[in-house]
């Protein structure tokens, strides 16, 4: 099957384009330069700081459609940022996702902790513990 955006067969996706994706991700994520990630975070956090001021103070998560809405609001403009990034590197995302997971398959390390870290900072609980530490940057 054929991608809209390239001429790369989806299941043909080279391993260096998916190393190139996973380090252009990472230096987003974990970088500290203007545009990236913690820049997201924090910008939420501050966006938001009163909600996890309570949430710091120890009211309930569980079950608080306050909470549950901002979660799928940092969701969207994670995840449209992160689509961002992958096309940047000439791939689409479910391309990019399909590496991945066949990387996974393939028992790579380096990238089952990649995944595991992806996929705890659209955690629930972890995004609110975040953003709540986050409020003392704020």
Known sequence: MES??????DDEVDDDIINDTIETLENYL????????EKLFIDFA???K???IDAKLGQSTENNFEFS???KQFQ???????EEIIKSNGINSEQFYKGLSRRCEEDDQEVIL??????EIINY???????ANLVNKV
């Open 4 to 9: 809209n955006n390239n001429n790369i067969p």
């Open 69 to 71: 809405e901002l979660f």
């Open 114 to 119: 990649f995944v595991d870290i992806m996929n």
């Open 125 to 131: 609980n972890s995004f609110i513990e975040m953003m």
């Open 76 to 82: 969207t403009i994670y995840e449209q940022k992160l």
């Open 46 to 48: 501050k966006n938001n």
């Open 30 to 37: 974990f970088g500290k330069s203007g545009d990236c990630g």
């Open 50 to 52: 009163q909600h996890f």
